[in-house]
T-cell receptor, first 110, second 115 residues
């Protein structure tokens, strides 16, 4: 089983719709979790951290389920500018080993 | 705050040639990472430094890749000799010390094409 797995997509979603991505991780000792956004030919940039209690930032909601070892990202009222690749990132306990998923491509359609 | 600096932005070389990339992390960031990102895939960790010591280089192809961070600040990554499959973007990132809950800050990357 891969350390961090994501559905590669692409997800083709009409503007204004809600879209959700899941990401599963294999190491139960994983300690911290993030979602990064990567635009075409650009470097990844932090979108949001994922906390145990779940967290929300505007149209974006991230949740963590430690029992099932997955994290999720929900985007509401999607905009054209949300088109990007969304990378799930897991930090393993103790040694700052940071593992990326392969990313999920999102295309918002006008 | 100045970001992570990388150079060059682009490099085109022929197979079997050598190449070097440079990275200067954000000031005060003790942990430095080199990632390789092949088109269509997520970043793959090559090597992780904590100050000038190597924390993890398990996925670094040591027969051709080397990296150093001699003074615990800037770092170089070298490939010698290059192969066609090394064509990728090489990303440098840094975090604060003990930053298990600290996000990565990436540089712009170096796009390598091996012909």
């Amino acid at each position: 089983r891969k350390e961090v797995e994501q559905d590669p997509g692409p997800f083709n979603v009409p503007e204004g719709a809600t879209v959700a991505f899941n990401c599963t991780y294999s190491n139960s000792a994983s300690q911290s979790f993030f979602w990064y956004r990567q635009d075409c030919r650009k470097e990844p940039k932090l979108l949001m951290s994922v906390y145990s209690s779940g967290n929300e930032d505007g149209r974006f909601t991230a949740q963590l389920n430690r029992a099932s070892q997955y994290i999720s990202l929900l985007i509401r009222d999607s905009k054209l500018s949300d088109s990007a690749t969304y990378l799930c990132v897991v930090n393993l306990q103790g040694d700052d080993k940071i593992i990326f998923g392969k990313g999920t491509r999102l295309h918002i359609l006008p | 705050e100045a970001g992570v600096a990388q150079s060059p932005r682009y490099k085109i070389i022929e197979k079997r040639q050598s190449v070097a990339f440079w990275c200067n992390p954000i000031s005060g960031h003790a942990t430095l990472y080199w990632y390789q990102q092949i088109l269509g895939q997520g970043p793959k960790l090559l090597i992780q430094f904590q100050n000038n010591g190597v924390v993890d280089d398990s996925q670094l192809p040591k027969d051709r890749f080397s990296a150093e961070r001699l003074k615990g600040v800037d770092s170089t990554l070298k490939i010698q000799p290059a192969k066609l499959e090394d064509s990728a973007v090489y990303l440098c990132a840094s975090t604060k010390t003990g930053g298990y809950n600290s996000p990565l800050h990436f540089g712009n990357g170096t796009r390598l094409t091996v012909t």
